[in-house]
């Protein structure tokens, strides 16, 4: 695991090397152990590295036998052992432990084709001396973020955004357009980012190019759906069930402690489960943060999932104290502007386990990949009201709207103003307004005058309808599933674990994002996954004897904080200081008039405007840290 950071040369190797000291400086938090360089007269390559595999030999790049092929790699290769054993009977030398070593020699065997062959989470580069030539890669999930700026003055890279900004090449301006997309999605989805020029490689991705020349693009993997009704139901359970003790068993292996993050829900649940018995007698290291909100927390279910498994279980608390102590650090610790405010919970929790492990698991994956979000739920009824006249659909819309403002987190006041705002829409965007964010005329009316004249005309959601075709399905829920991959899980849940614990120096593995259990779930029919109001049904029926009953039969509870309440309290100085008027205005991004009112009904309790507040105040605190002359274009 580490950070990595690489450009083309296009001046004195001195200057070079100074660059890409800045660079992996940048990236120290995600590999404080080492670093190490490769510089020539065409190419620089840097990495930061934290120690998980091969502690005495794994330093970064490294090369094959001839130094022909130089690899860097931000992630782990879960399969290298295997794959080493193949390459050494073609007669490969190696000369580490390492997972990246594997990487150099696969390249030789495979070209391009060696990504297919690689079962992890990894962003890799690989640069082919001979044919002067940069592979770059991504993980099938998009467990490791990888950036890149292809600019007339050269080509650069890195693990973060920060890496790229300590690029004298890379301009450190405000995309307009990624900030109607930040207000849109909660975040910038991908292949933009909130910095002008800076993209970033999508899931399952390879980008090939050469000095001087311009990048090709090409996906190497996506998500394949093809049900199968021909298995029964107790043979898919099975199946679900091996695949899924596999990849936690191959997700296990580490030279450092490993541990387990606990949330009390199925997913993390059957993670701890599984992990135990491949432990055998060895008790495991859980780890769960509570909130003193009985609302939110959910230390009970986990303490009782912990105790089911014997685990070695450890417990934090997560005070509106704890998010005031961290809200000024949060601009340097977030790569990009992210609304999900359970970004500084995840950082404690992971500052919490790094005491004692490097390495943590999570159940990451498991709500996409088995329908356990709400949002399925929804869909289903909006489908079913849709059927209903328009006079019907509005009489109910007006009636639900006329509803006063609850004070309490997910009322069901707030459930169905959030529901029929998204109804009249189709599919995707009605979907993607349930899990948050702005239209782009609501965007219009927040805007200040010289950001809504530069945006208008702009659709934030307009790539959504087109990205959820590629999934090749009519299906409605499989549609569903293959949207919140591409977008909610890749581009906000795996940005905010990835971000908060690397920011700790803490490895998170995700096993339900194998590719192996992917390709399984996207065979099973639909029917299994979501039946009827039953959300994980075939997840649940796999871990039948597996977790307690009262687990499996749990309600769905999201990991979140009450941060509506916590505004009208505990950080309204900071709510209104951040965006007080002047302030505001000074920035020139937003109305200060409209910012000005959305403060004041939500801390008087005459409005729910958390989301919109918490976004804007993230956004403030990521540009004070890293755009505070507020350039944009």
């Not at 989470?121 to 973020?145: C, H, N, Q, Y």
């Not at 039969?553 to 904080?561: A, C, E, M």
């Not at 008087?604 to 919109?612: C, L, N, T, V, Y």
Request: aromatic share 10%; hydrophobic share 40%; glycine share 8%.
């Amino acid at each position: 695991m580490c950070g990595i950071a690489g450009f083309f040369v296009n001046g004195q190797a001195g200057e070079a090397r100074g660059t890409l000291q800045r660079m992996t400086d940048s990236l120290r938090h995600r590999g404080p152990d080492d670093e190490g360089f490769y510089v020539d007269a065409q190419i620089a390559l840097g990495a930061r590295r934290l120690r998980i595999i091969d502690l005495e030999t794994g330093q970064q790049p490294v090369a094959n036998e001839d130094g022909s092929v130089q690899v860097i790699q931000n992630g782990e290769i879960y399969n290298f052992a295997a794959l080493r054993q193949r390459l050494e009977e073609h007669g490969h030398r190696f000369h580490t432990r390492s997972d990246t070593e594997v990487i150099a020699h696969a390249y030789e065997v495979f070209g391009d084709d060696c990504v297919a062959h690689f079962d992890g989470m990894f962003a890799l580069a690989i640069w082919d001396t001979s044919a002067r030539r940069l592979v770059l890669a991504r993980d099938r999930m998009g467990e490791k973020p990888l950036y890149y700026y292809a600019g007339s003055d050269g080509f650069v890279f890195g693990s973060e955004l920060r890496a790229l900004l300590a690029h004298p090449s890379v301009p450190a301006v405000l995309s307009l357009e990624s900030l109607s997309r930040y207000l849109a999605f909660e975040y910038v989805p991908a292949p933009s980012s909130i910095v002008a020029g800076v993209q970033k490689l999508l899931p399952g991705q390879l980008l090939t190019v050469s000095p001087g020349g311009k990048p090709t693009v090409q996906r190497y993997w996506d998500l394949d759906f093809r049900p199968d009704g021909s298995v029964s139901e107790r043979e898919w359970a099975d199946r679900l069930y091996q695949q899924l003790e596999a990849s936690v068993r191959r997700r296990m292996i580490s030279d450092v402690p490993l541990g387990i993050f606990l949330s009390g829900g199925i997913d993390s649940g059957a993670i701890v489960a599984l992990a135990a018995r491949a432990n055998g007698r060895r008790p495991l290291k859980t780890f769960t943060i509570g909130f003193p909100d009985a609302t939110f927390d959910e230390r009970s279910s986990a303490r009782l999932i912990a105790q089911h498994c014997g685990a070695e279980h450890e417990e934090t608390v997560f005070s509106p104290h704890d998010m005031l102590a961290l809200i000024e650090e949060v601009g340097g610790l977030l790569d990009e502007p992210l609304v999900d405010n359970s970004f500084l919970p995840t950082y404690a929790l992971s500052r919490f386990a790094r005491r004692s492990v490097g390495v943590a698991l999570s159940g990451d994956g498991g709500d996409e990949l088995f329908c356990g979000y709400p949002t399925f739920l929804a869909d289903r009824a909006a489908r079913w009201i849709g059927r209903l006249p328009r006079s019907v659909q509005a009489l109910a819309a007006w009636s639900v709207n006329r509803l006063r403002p609850s004070a309490r987190y997910g009322s069901l006041e707030f459930l169905l103003k959030q529901f029929f705002r998204g109804v009249p829409h189709a599919a995707e965007l009605r979907t993607q307004l349930l899990l948050g964010g702005l239209l782009a005329w609501e965007q219009s009316r927040l805007f200040s005058p010289a950001v809504r004249a530069a945006c208008a005309g702009f659709d934030p959601h307009e790539d959504l309808p087109r990205v959820v075709d590629e999934s090749g399905t009519s299906n409605p829920i499989d549609r569903l599933i293959y949207q919140h991959s591409k977008f909610y899980l890749a581009d906000q849940n795996l940005v905010n674990v990835d971000r908060a614990s690397m920011a700790c120096g803490l490895e998170v593995r995700a096993p339900f994002l194998d590719h192996n259990l992917v390709d399984l779930a996207c065979r099973i029919p639909v029917g299994l996954k979501l039946r009827g109001w039953t959300t994980k049904h075939i997840l649940k029926r796999a871990l039948q004897g597996v977790l307690p009953v009262s687990i499996l039969l749990r309600r769905k509870q999201g990991f979140g904080v009450p941060i509506g309440p916590w505004l009208r309290g505990p950080l309204r100085g900071v709510l209104e200081t951040r965006l007080a008027a002047d302030r505001v205005a000074r920035v020139g991004l937003f109305d200060p008039t409209v910012v000005k009112r959305l403060v004041a009904e939500h801390v008087a309790g005459q409005r729910d405007h958390r989301k919109i507040l918490w976004a804007l105040l993230m956004l403030d605190a990521w540009r004070e840290s890293y755009l505070p002359t507020a350039r944009w274009t």
